[in-house]
DNA sequence: ACGAGCGCCTGTCGGC
DNA sequence: TGCCGACAGGCGCTCG
């Protein structure tokens, strides 16, 4: 489920608590099972095991889609991917169906990893850098000027959609949010990143900010089978709206494939590139 | 440098 | 009803 503001809103649950669940700061790690071996990418399970046990939750963060826990020796860092998701409850509960490991704290409540395509990852590093190395700038920090990004596009020449999903050119956008902020921006997909010019950079990067912004203030979006709370899904302008007006012209949203993605736009409002 | 194709996985949905 | 392909919020790899 996860791009930027769905990994954003499960940061803030799991530091400041949700309802009955509490903050997992200052929690005391006791125990951890691994279901799915492969869910763990570094280091072996024996050593994830031995060396998670015994850790306290000082600090949690995200960058991109990577949640970071920062442990007392570590940080546990964790990606998402298609299906995944991270659930505080108490420990009694019969272990679910797509569980891959979990986290036991002392008072009564654990950390579960549930994926059920099995795509997401955990790494226990000392170092976060190592596995944060190649991801882009945040496309909310304030350090990442108009002028900057504009630059940035014209170091290339690449379709717009591929190139905002790659997440070493900005770290944290998906398929959801980038057809929505192309939307936003009245910009092709299939526009090459060289061919926009400095207005048009501008407007790409501040359709970027407000439709993140946007996600995260409804905590993000809640689609198929996975339901965690958020209801931005109900705020699309293009995405998955195939066939329905878009918002700002009426035009029907029409599907086509980029980069091997679904990819939403209105063929009015985003016209396409000679 | 860039993009297509494919693998990794499970589940859902629509068409026949 | 049952089967089958298309598709799904991601990303790393190979190949041209």
């Known amino acids: 489920m996860p791009e930027l503001p769905e990994v954003e809103t499960i940061c803030g649950w799991l530091r400041q608590g949700r309802g009955e669940q509490p903050s997992l700061l200052g929690k005391h790690i006791q125990r951890c099972e691994v279901f799915w071996p492969r869910a763990v990418a570094m280091p072996s399970i024996a050593e994830f095991q031995a060396r998670v046990v015994g850790q306290v939750v000082q600090q949690i963060g995200r960058r991109g889609k990577y949640l970071l826990l920062c442990l007392t020796e570590d940080y546990l860092l964790v990606h998402l991917r298609m299906s995944g998701d991270l659930l505080v409850e108490r420990d009694e509960l019969p272990v679910a169906p797509h569980h891959r490991w979990i986290l036991h704290f002392t008072g009564g409540w654990r950390l579960a990893f549930n994926d059920p395509r099995k795509f997401g990852r955990a790494w226990l590093v000392q170092d976060p850098h190592q596995v944060l190395a190649d991801l882009g700038p945040e ?28 997440q070493s050119f900005l770290a944290g956008l998906g398929n959801i ?98």
């Open 177 to 274: 949010y980038t057809d929505e902020a192309l939307h936003l921006a009245r910009l092709h997909p299939l526009r090459r990143s060289d061919s926009l010019d400095q207005a048009e950079s501008q407007r790409l990067l501040e359709s970027i900010r407000q439709i993140l912004a946007q996600g995260i203030a409804r905590h993000g979006a809640s689609i198929d089978w996975v339901y965690r709370g958020g209801d931005f899904q109900n705020y699309f302008r293009a995405y998955q709206r195939t066939g329905q007006p878009c918002p700002a012209c009426g035009a029907p949203i029409e599907r086509l494939v980029v980069g091997q993605r679904g990819t939403h736009i209105c063929p009015v409002c985003q016209a396409r590139p000679a």
């Open 139 to 166: 496309p909310l920090d304030e350090n990442l000027t108009a002028s900057k990004f504009h630059l940035r596009l014209q170091s290339t020449h690449r379709q717009l959609k591929p190139l905002l999903l790659d």
